[in-house]
């Protein structure tokens, strides 16, 4: 079964920077649509931003400007390049993709385990 790997995260002080990756944990034939999720304490997993593969990203508000997405398709990895985080932005991030596994294969939406990153002082 195909799961996402994710790493980069850890503690951090307010507004400082973090790089989180995620990466297909055995090789597959292609990854679509690739997101980002995160679930701060005692909260629901939410929605931040998403790549196609053809690059078109979608950002939530509260990331805006700060947060920049990006893939690279030869890996099938994903990258959330974090800037000027704030304690709010504690949570765990979890990586999201529908993925084709191997060639005429249906499109399968995997998740990674988490990662925890931890913005305090």
């Known amino acids: 079964q195909v799961q996402l790997v994710e790493s980069g995260g850890g503690l951090v002080q307010p507004g400082g920077s973090l790089s989180l990756s995620c990466v297909a944990s055995?090789?597959?034939?292609?990854?679509?649509?690739m997101g980002w999720y995160r679930q701060a304490p005692g909260k629901q997993r939410e929605f931040i931003g998403s790549?196609?593969?053809?690059?078109?990203?979608v950002y939530v508000d509260s990331i805006k400007g700060r947060f920049t997405i990006s893939r690279d398709n030869n890996k099938n990895s994903a990258y959330l390049q974090m800037n000027s985080l704030k304690p709010e932005d504690t949570a765990v991030y979890y990586c999201?993709?529908?993925?084709?596994?191997?060639?005429?294969?249906?499109?399968?939406?995997?998740w990674g385990q988490g990662t925890l990153v931890t913005v305090s002082s």
């Open positions: 790549i196609s593969r053809g690059g078109f990203t």
């Open positions: 999201n993709a529908v993925i084709i596994s191997s060639a005429g294969a249906r499109p399968l939406e995997v």
């Open positions: 055995t090789r597959i034939y292609s990854a679509n649509t």
